[in-house]
């Protein structure tokens, strides 16, 4: 099985089950499944108390777009640290397992 997160119609990551990680309730995506192209920097951050900061991307594809709709942790504190890098996504992108 692989999951897949979608926004307006296309594909912007992909992986296998055993690449993604699932952490209250979210799915994280490995680093080399995204779309790059498709993420741009926000200035929104927030922070967990046991996952550290958390860093934001806007979602675009072909002209929507989703303002901070994934989420990622550059840093993470020590309990989360094998989610660095990892993105997950909310707001209006779909999270589906094919």
Known sequence: MTYRAVFNGQVIAEAP?????HVEGNVYFPPDAIDRERLHDSQHHTRCHWKGKA????????GSI?????????????????????????R???VERI
Do not use: I, M
């Not at 860093?55 to 072909?62: G, I, L, M």
């Open 17 to 21: 089950d055993d690449a993604v990680k």
């Open 55 to 62: 860093s934001y991307y806007h979602v675009e594809v072909d």
């Open 66 to 90: 989703q303002s901070d709709a994934a989420f990622f942790y550059p840093k993470p504190w020590p309990l989360a640290r094998n989610l660095k890098d990892y993105v997950a996504f909310w």
């Open 92 to 94: 209006g992108v779909q």
